[in-house]
């Protein structure tokens, strides 16, 4: 059976017998050595009696190349590139004659505007910076003025008032007509609130028989109130201020970009606004030298504030101006917190507060003693003759309280002394105030506080009473809100109206965002650990009284404090953490010569607060804040406790050096 063929051979020896045999070919090395090479196209050829030239090459953007006679196939150039660019600078375009007009978006900003925009600065890098500063791998920055584009700038043009003018004078001759007052108008001068329409009065008529007219003046020419109040350097002449239906906006950035402002000298120059004649008014601290802003809520008190803050980063370097600022309110200034220009951050505790106000008593009787050591009067002269010693200058201080109310609330006694005694004496020391208060009561604001600072800005109020507070006089309740103010500096005699500068909270972001990514903020130990100390001095119990628990720490105090509960190491344990930047309990353990279980207690008292990362194994936790934070989180949180303070509670104030 195995010699039997099977199916598979039959089926191969079928196919063979089918398949025609393939033509033998010669082979390479059985040709003769004479033998020419037959030549073999590339180009297919169906019939070899035609002949086809060669297809062109179809690739887009190439130039053939002549084929060399001594190649069989052409070749081809590199592809020249689509574009070419211009080695020469192109010239801009000159500028034309007339700004062009501001195109508007569909989101209601100019181009200019958005093409001046500028990434906001990143956190990060800014943390790092600081970061590389404390260690010292790098150099405080100089200061960066902000560009005067992160501000807003008017592109309404102003109402025709005209028609209303014609209207109110028709209306106001009528009335003063038929009162039997003998008086003529002979003008009228429109602002961005109020009209003035000048009235001159004739012989015999008595002011007070027009300002008894008041309310009657103002139903007939169909307003709420009017303001009746003489006008300076006019004899027999009268102003009757009647508000404008069509209220202009007038933008910080206005006043900022004016011949007053930029002309003037003084690092402490700020915007106020514009006054009824349209002209923009500064203000110059140095010559106020302290300052009194009052009004209700809603009337621009805020708004004034902020815009007082950013003239002075807009004109003044850290060096030559720094500011202390106490915000009770907790919402006002906290964004400015991180600017180099503050001594320390803003201030929300009003027992703090009062520890700043004493630190600015401390440091004006502190430069007196300089200035007398040097032989000299005021900071202008103390300067001039440190740069001419080579010794270090000294920079004016602003201190910004914005609700004295709630100051007053907790400390009045400690904080009318301190704002008294700097009122008193600190123009020559480069110290002034600027206090502001939205409840001018006489509690508030007492008569030692209005003797010692000589000037006002008033806004809108509820009753002639508050008025007299602010002022000393009324037309306070005259005003209409919105910015609308009088502003009454030193020796001005009479209150002059004016409509202050608005900036809103997005332009105020912008300046600050741009001032933090370009600066680095530069508290001050010196500063911070006299507050704080003037604070615990505020917290310990008068004699008799007893305050403090079994362990040691002041009841009153730890009610207020939010790292009452903590290890008293922390702050050490914390300060070691920024030297090393990293955080371990072994690390705690071999700097603090402490035990485990203290050590990871501190550990997880900084992570519950956020000052470092969560476990990751083997490796250190990580540092998530930097100094200046913490520095924060101490002032607006209370202090956190000390072994000195530990000590100092259980042995008393002769507690010995040697046991912490």
């Known amino acids: 059976m195995d010699d039997e063929p099977g199916e598979e051979d039959e089926y191969y020896e079928r196919f063979r017998e089918y398949t025609p045999p393939a033509p033998a070919r010669a082979e390479r090395r059985d040709r003769p050595a004479d033998s020419t090479p037959i030549p073999v196209s590339t180009v297919y050829t169906p019939h070899p009696e035609v002949e086809r030239p060669a297809p062109k090459p179809k690739m887009t953007g190439f130039k053939p190349e002549p084929a060399p006679e001594y190649e069989p196939a052409p070749r081809f150039e590199e592809p020249e590139p689509v574009f070419t660019s211009i080695s020469e600078p192109i010239p801009s375009p000159a500028a034309p004659d007339e700004p062009e007009e501001e195109l508007r978006s569909e989101i209601g900003r100019t181009v200019r505007e958005i093409r001046a925009e500028k990434p906001k600065p990143d956190k990060n890098v800014n943390a790092e910076m600081a970061a590389a500063i404390e260690k010292g791998a790098a ?146 601290i140095a010559k106020l030298p302290h300052m009194l802003i009052a009004g209700t809520t809603g009337s621009g008190k805020s708004v004034c504030l902020n815009s007082l803050l950013l003239s002075l980063l807009y004109k003044a370097t850290p060096e030559q101006v720094r500011l202390i600022m106490i915000d009770p309110k907790m919402v006002e200034l906290g964004i400015y917190n991180g600017i180099p220009h503050l001594y320390v951050p803003v201030v929300t505790d009003p027992k703090k507060a009062a520890g700043a106000l004493q630190w600015a008593v401390v440091e004006m009787l502190k430069r007196y003693r300089l200035f007398s050591e040097c032989g000299v009067r005021d900071l202008a002269g103390y300067n001039a003759h440190q740069k001419k010693t080579g010794g270090e200058t000294m920079p004016q201080v602003v201190i910004v309280v914005d609700e004295l109310a709630d100051l007053m609330l907790v400390a009045s006694k400690d904080v009318e002394e301190s704002i008294c005694r700097v009122a008193q004496m600190g123009r020559a020391a480069g110290m002034h105030l600027i206090i502001a208060t939205q409840r001018p009561s006489a509690d508030v604001i007492t008569g030692l506080m209005k003797a010692n600072i000589p000037s006002r800005i008033a806004f809108a109020v509820s009753s002639a009473m508050e008025s007299r507070i602010i002022l000393d006089a009324a037309g306070a309740e005259k005003l209409i809100g919105m910015g609308d103010m009088l502003y009454s500096p030193l020796g001005s005699g009479k209150p002059m109206r004016v409509q202050g500068a608005f900036v809103s909270d997005e332009e105020r972001e912008d300046v600050i965002d741009h001032i933090k990514g370009s600066s680095q903020a530069e508290y001050s130990d010196e500063v911070l650990h006299e507050i704080e100390k003037a604070a615990q001095e505020k917290d310990k119990p008068k004699k008799g009284e007893k305050a403090a628990d079994e362990d040691g720490f002041d009841v009153d105090a730890g009610e207020n404090n939010a790292f009452a509960d903590y290890d008293e190491l922390l702050p050490q344990a914390v300060d070691v953490i920024f030297d090393t930047k990293q955080a371990s309990v072994s690390m705690l353990q071999r700097r603090l010569k402490l035990g485990y279980s203290r050590a990871a207690r501190l550990v997880d008292q900084m992570e519950e607060l956020g000052i470092v990362g969560p476990f990751e194994g083997s490796k250190p936790r990580q540092v998530l804040i930097t100094k200046q934070q913490w520095q924060e989180m101490q002032l607006i949180n209370g202090s956190a406790p000390t072994e000195r303070s530990r000590l100092e509670a259980e042995f008393g104030t002769d507690a010995p050096e040697d046991m912490e």
Request: some cysteine; glycine content about 6%; charged content about 25%.
């Open 139 to 284: 150099e405080t920055p100089e200061y960066e003025f902000p560009p005067i584009d992160l501000l807003r700038r008017s592109s309404a043009a102003a109402p025709d008032g005209r028609e209303e003018i014609s209207l109110n004078r028709e209306r106001l001759a009528s009335s003063l007509k038929s009162f039997g007052v003998a008086a003529r108008i002979v003008g009228a001068t429109r602002g961005p609130t109020v009209t003035r329409y000048d009235l001159e009065l004739e012989s015999g008529v008595k002011l007070t028989k027009l300002t008894n007219l008041a309310n009657d003046l103002a139903l007939s020419l169909g307003v709420m109130n009017v303001r009746i109040a003489p006008i300076p350097d006019k004899i027999s002449t009268v102003g009757i201020e009647v508000p404008n239906k069509i209220v202009s906006i007038v933008y910080l950035r206005e006043v900022i970009e004016s011949p007053e402002f930029r002309n003037a000298k003084s690092t402490l120059t700020f915007a106020i606004g514009k006054d009824i004649s349209g002209k923009c008014v500064v203000g110059n």
